[in-house]
């Protein structure tokens, strides 16, 4: 009971930073700005929710493959965020030849 | 109110959605996205039609029908890409 | 008391459909393809609601993942031939005619008919029925494996999966003859941190991939989800040029798209010799059989998956073939 309960609060902590980076993306003026919400409220969502479901789980093979999704899922948005930033920096250098 | 009958409709919606615009939609590229929308559409109806209240479990046969038509799905999708990878390079070169 | 799973399945539901509608209304190509992906994603978690994790899987790995990648590279060449980024480039690839309204309401009209029947079917066929269930439970001890999507895939509807594996090769070669002799796009380049990220999963990804393909025998995974995965390695050293096809291999390419079907024939061959139906495997040899086709599936659907990411066949241009360059 104790555990569903830590569990559940974690989850909703979760929910609550992705909502404020959606709200980020949605409201923020620039791309650099929008970028900087959803990948930093995302992540720290997403490593609330996966410390709720760790919780709930508690077994040591699902334990791993949480770390492993966190670790993974944290690496391709650090990546994703970059990549998206590069080719804005880049296409803002050369103008577009419309 | 159980979750056959929601994604049930869900899946027809779809399957129309996608059917509206292989038949209208302009756009070669958009063309094959609505394809794409009708195939998970019909993997939606083929899914709930494996789905059993549960505990029981669903029917797998289902189940390997829809995996085999997602496969079939992507080579189909890949050959249409390419079909018109070539016809918009030999467009580009009626038009020079 | 509502249930909290009805209203999730009900968001859920709706979200999938107005994603659907959101992808041939959206104004530019690369967002539909986006929400396309999107859309994907969230139909996979539906199925998942569904108790089908095997489909989920196949769905998000390739019907998602694997088309994704191909859409994008497709606008990627398509936005490179009709002149780099203009305004008509970003909206559709093909030049617009105008079409009369009587037929787009014709067409329209159509597809809600046709719609309104499938709706009146499905809403008055029985649900919850039997179905194959009792006759699956009933054979799957002598199927060789636990998992019973694996037994109706790789065992009881083996002929379909033998086609499918068929259809693959069938696209490739398909693939390979239209493309000849077409120009490519000069690849982005994606930078260091994408090639410092691109060798941190590349490992993993092998592992996560051969794991899905062990697993299969017992729990959700299997031979198209393994695949796929390890398809995701192709296009991850081509994306970041740690690969790069030369004609030289075309040999083993062609020996890669033909093993699957290969080896998935020979047995059923081998097992019609011995006085039985193909795909009649012997009890004691079923799960062994069966595990030697999932990994040669495995290798062959991955290798033709990249293949239809790259597109054309390697060849040494010559003089005559070179005209399409733009």
């Given at each position: 009971?104790?555990?569903?309960?830590?569990?559940?609060?974690?989850?909703?902590?979760?929910?609550?930073?992705?909502?404020?980076?959606?709200?980020?993306?949605?409201?923020?003026?620039?791309?650099?700005?929008?970028?900087?919400?959803?990948?930093?409220?995302?992540?720290?969502?997403?490593?609330?929710?996966?410390?709720?479901?760790?919780?709930?789980?508690?077994?040591?093979?699902?334990?791993?493959?949480?770390?492993?999704?966190?670790?993974?899922?944290?690496?391709?948005?650090?990546?994703?965020?970059?990549?998206?930033?590069?080719?804005?920096?880049?296409?803002?250098?050369?103008?577009?030849?419309? | 109110?159980?979750?056959?009958?929601?994604?049930?409709?869900?899946?027809?919606?779809?399957?129309?959605?996608?059917?509206?615009?292989?038949?209208?939609?302009?756009?070669?590229?958009?063309?094959?996205?609505?394809?794409?929308?009708?195939?998970?559409?019909?993997?939606?109806?083929?899914?709930?039609?494996?789905?059993?209240?549960?505990?029981?479990?669903?029917?797998?046969?289902?189940?390997?029908?829809?995996?085999?038509?997602?496969?079939?799905?992507?080579?189909?999708?890949?050959?249409?890409?390419?079909?018109?990878?070539?016809?918009?390079?030999?467009?580009?070169?009626?038009?020079? | 008391?509502?249930?909290?799973?009805?209203?999730?399945?009900?968001?859920?539901?709706?979200?999938?459909?107005?994603?659907?509608?959101?992808?041939?209304?959206?104004?530019?190509?690369?967002?539909?393809?986006?929400?396309?992906?999107?859309?994907?994603?969230?139909?996979?978690?539906?199925?998942?609601?569904?108790?089908?994790?095997?489909?989920?899987?196949?769905?998000?790995?390739?019907?998602?993942?694997?088309?994704?990648?191909?859409?994008?590279?497709?606008?990627?060449?398509?936005?490179?031939?009709?002149?780099?980024?203009?305004?008509?480039?970003?909206?559709?690839?093909?030049?617009?005619?105008?079409?009369?309204?009587?037929?787009?309401?014709?067409?329209?009209?159509?597809?809600?008919?046709?719609?309104?029947?499938?709706?009146?079917?499905?809403?008055?066929?029985?649900?919850?029925?039997?179905?194959?269930?009792?006759?699956?439970?009933?054979?799957?001890?002598?199927?060789?494996v636990e998992h019973p999507v694996t037994a109706v895939l790789l065992n009881f509807r083996a002929y379909d999966t033998l086609m499918e594996v068929v259809v693959l090769l069938a696209a490739v070669i398909a693939v390979w003859q239209i493309e000849r002799g077409l120009s490519e796009a000069p690849a982005p380049?994606?930078?260091?941190?994408?090639?410092?990220?691109?060798?941190?999963?590349?490992?993993?990804?092998?592992?996560?991939?051969?794991?899905?393909?062990?697993?299969?025998?017992?729990?959700?995974?299997?031979?198209?989800?393994?695949?796929?995965?390890?398809a995701a390695v192709g296009l991850l050293l081509l994306l970041s040029r740690l690969y790069v096809p030369r004609p030289a291999h075309r040999g083993v390419a062609r020996l890669g798209f033909v093993l699957g079907t290969g080896a998935f024939a020979a047995v059923a061959l081998l097992v019609a010799g011995g006085?039985?139906?193909?795909?009649?495997?012997?009890?004691?040899?079923?799960?062994?059989?069966?595990?030697?086709?999932?990994?040669?599936?495995?290798?062959?659907?991955?290798?033709?998956?990249?293949?239809?990411?790259?597109?054309?066949?390697?060849?040494?241009?010559?003089?005559?073939?070179?005209?399409?360059?733009?």
């Amino acid at each position: 009971m104790m555990q569903e309960l830590i569990a559940a609060i974690l989850i909703a902590l979760g929910t609550v930073f992705f909502i404020a980076g959606t709200l980020g993306l949605l409201r923020f003026p620039d791309i650099y700005c929008r970028l900087h919400a959803l990948t930093k409220a995302d992540g720290l969502g997403l490593g609330l929710i996966a410390l709720g479901a760790a919780v709930l789980l508690a077994t040591p093979g699902a334990l791993f493959r949480i770390a492993l999704i966190w670790v993974f899922v944290a690496l391709a948005s650090a990546t994703c965020g970059h990549l998206v930033a590069r080719y804005a920096r880049q296409t803002e250098r050369t103008p577009r030849h419309d | 109110m159980t979750p056959d009958i929601i994604y049930g409709v869900t899946g027809i919606a779809v399957f129309a959605i996608g059917l509206v615009g292989a038949l209208c939609a302009q756009d070669r590229l958009r063309r094959v996205l609505a394809l794409k929308l009708a195939s998970v559409g019909a993997g939606f109806v083929l899914v709930v039609a494996a789905w059993r209240a549960p505990p029981a479990a669903p029917d797998p046969v289902p189940h390997a029908l829809v995996i085999t038509g997602i496969v079939v799905m992507v080579s189909a999708t890949a050959v249409a890409l390419a079909l018109i990878r070539r016809l918009q390079s030999l467009e580009a070169e009626d038009a020079e | 008391m509502i249930d909290p799973y009805v209203i999730l399945d009900l968001l859920l539901g709706l979200a999938v459909v107005a994603l659907a509608a959101a992808v041939l209304t959206v104004r530019d190509l690369f967002a539909a393809i986006v929400l396309f992906i999107v859309f994907g994603l969230l139909s996979a978690l539906a199925w998942v609601r569904l108790a089908a994790p095997d489909v989920a899987l196949a769905e998000a790995a390739i019907g998602t993942g694997l088309t994704g990648a191909l859409l994008l590279k497709t606008l990627h060449h398509l936005r490179y031939v009709t002149g780099s980024l203009d305004r008509q480039a970003a909206l559709s690839v093909t030049p617009v005619q105008p079409v009369p309204m009587a037929v787009i309401w014709v067409n329209a009209a159509f597809c809600g008919l046709v719609t309104l029947g499938l709706a009146a079917a499905f809403l008055g066929a029985p649900r919850n029925g039997p179905g194959f269930d009792a006759l699956v439970a009933e054979a799957m001890p002598a199927s060789g494996v636990e998992h019973p999507v694996t037994a109706v895939l790789l065992n009881f509807r083996a002929y379909d999966t033998l086609m499918e594996v068929v259809v693959l090769l069938a696209a490739v070669i398909a693939v390979w003859q239209i493309e000849r002799g077409l120009s490519e796009a000069p690849a982005p380049a994606l930078g260091e941190v994408w090639a410092g990220f691109a060798r941190l999963v590349l490992p993993a990804i092998v592992v996560i991939g051969t794991y899905l393909l062990w697993v299969g025998a017992e729990a959700p995974g299997g031979a198209f989800q393994g695949g796929a995965v390890l398809a995701a390695v192709g296009l991850l050293l081509l994306l970041s040029r740690l690969y790069v096809p030369r004609p030289a291999h075309r040999g083993v390419a062609r020996l890669g798209f033909v093993l699957g079907t290969g080896a998935f024939a020979a047995v059923a061959l081998l097992v019609a010799g011995g006085g039985r139906v193909a795909f009649e495997y012997p009890l004691e040899h079923a799960k062994t059989l069966i595990l030697l086709i999932e990994g040669v599936v495995t290798i062959s659907i991955a290798i033709t998956l990249a293949a239809l990411f790259h597109g054309r066949e390697p060849v040494a241009l010559s003089a005559s073939e070179t005209r399409h360059d733009a």
